[in-house]
T-cell receptor, first 116, second 112 residues
Framework: DAGVIQSPRHEVTEMGQEVTLRCKPI?????LFWYRQTMMRGLELLIY????????DSGMPEDRFSAKMPNASFSTLKIQPSEPRDSAVYFC??????????????FGPGTRLTVL | DAKTTQPPSMDCAEGRAANLPCNHS???????VYWYRQIHSQGPQYIIH???NNETNEMASLIITEDRKSSTLILPHATLRDTAVYYC?????????????FGPGTRLSVLP
């Protein structure tokens, strides 16, 4: 298995533009997580899905952020409109859901977003 | 969830044990201590977790004080590949979502 796949790996955009980050989880994994990492705030959990259904989005910073999982093999995190403070590395992770979810997360390589 | 305090950085000689401390003086009775690490530019990796008793797995040992106000992660024979940022997180198991935040952690440098 190729692991969790994220695209793009790097994204540079201008303030006000829409940004879409993509994630393909490991096949067979029932849980998918989106994280954001910045120097100021560290690594934060934004939202997670179970069987394509959003379970907890309490970490999503504001309405400009939205996430979808239309099927078991694809998820998107959208920012519209983007702002410079959204600049961060965004990680996607998936978990098979056996036993304790937090201990069996497999992370993607991340997308480094820069909003000018 | 309880807050944690970790030293910002530590050095360790290759082949020696690395002992990474974490203070969590406000921990509640149902909160676990989790340790993760993040090697440069990669996503975090789970290492170990525990509630009260000391724990050991193939990667590390976790020593939790009797009053549970602090813990130590031990890498018994550190290698250069263990150079990473190590995060100590205290939280309940469920629910997963809110407050699952990794703080600044400890940057461990394993020196040859």
């Amino acid at each position: 298995d190729a692991g969790v796949i994220q695209s793009p790996r790097h994204e540079v955009t201008e303030m006000g533009q829409e940004v879409t980050l993509r994630c393909k989880p490991i096949s067979g994994h029932d849980y998918l997580f989106w994280y954001r990492q910045t120097m100021m705030r560290g690594l934060e959990l934004l939202i997670y899905f179970n069987n394509n259904v959003p379970i907890d989005d309490s970490g999503m910073p504001e309405d400009r952020f939205s996430a979808k999982m239309p099927n078991a093999s694809f998820s998107t995190l959208k920012i519209q409109p983007s702002e410079p403070r959204d600049s961060a590395v965004y990680f996607c992770a998936s978990s098979p859901g056996r036993g304790e979810i937090l201990t069996e997360q497999f992370f993607g390589p991340g997308t480094r977003l820069t909003v000018l | 969830d309880a807050k944690t305090t970790q030293p910002p950085s530590m050095d360790c000689a290759e082949g020696r044990a690395a002992n990474l401390p974490c203070n969590h003086s406000t921990i509640s009775g149902n909160e676990y201590v989790y340790w993760y690490r993040q090697i440069h530019s990669q996503g975090p990796q789970y290492i170990i977790h525990g509630l009260k008793n000391n724990e050991t797995n193939e990667m590390a040992s976790l020593i939790i004080t009797e009053d549970r106000k602090s813990s130590t992660l031990i890498l018994p024979h550190a290698t250069l590949r263990d150079t990473a940022v190590y995060y100590c997180i205290v939280r309940v198991v469920i629910p997963i979502g809110q407050n699952f935040v990794f703080g600044p952690g400890t940057r461990l440098s394993v020196l040859p």
